[in-house]
């Protein structure tokens, strides 16, 4: 994979769950819609803590951040599709984290909105927000542009050809596992 990834990150610590990711209250938002689906977007990271400052600036509806780096156990919590939803809508590309809740890590495969990078080493206590990084696939390397650094990460594997078809149904129409008809 020659894919590379660029921009500032958020930076967030452990146990980030789905409730700070999207608030219950906009789950009434319905992504198939376009314009639900921008608006879901707007409201990515919205519950969470205001000491980590504010994920998407006021009036905008994207994030300036394409990459979150994140501790350990991110999107714990309910199992809720909106929140890899939310984050790909919001403008996010991928997240390093620590470790994650298995559920959101399976949601962003079968939505195939966001690529979910794990550390080999805890990176949100020596990162800040708005650092440069780049996430190299074919390495498997994220570069903090910022620090001069180069970190390993773990292979995406599998997951990866299924994000990158956009999503479960989308790999399997791909694929021939299923009909393209469904």
Known sequence: MDKVIRGLIFVVDDNIDTDQIIPAEYLTLVPSKPDEYEKLGSYAMAGLPDRYGKFIAAGEMKTQYPII????NFGCGSSREHAPIA?????????????????????????????PWESTVRLCDSFTTGQEVTIDFGKNQ??????????DLKSLGEVGPVI??????????????ISTNA
């Open 69 to 72: 780096i994140a501790g350990e």
């Open 87 to 115: 984050l790909g809508a919001s403008g996010v590309q991928a997240v390093v984290a620590q470790s994650y809740a298995r559920i959101f890590f399976r949601n962003c495969s079968a939505t195939g909105e966001l690529y």
């Open 142 to 151: 994220l570069i903090n542009h910022t620090l001069g650094t180069t970190f």
């Open 164 to 177: 990158d078809a956009g999503g479960i149904f989308a790999y399997a129409r791909k694929t021939g596992m």
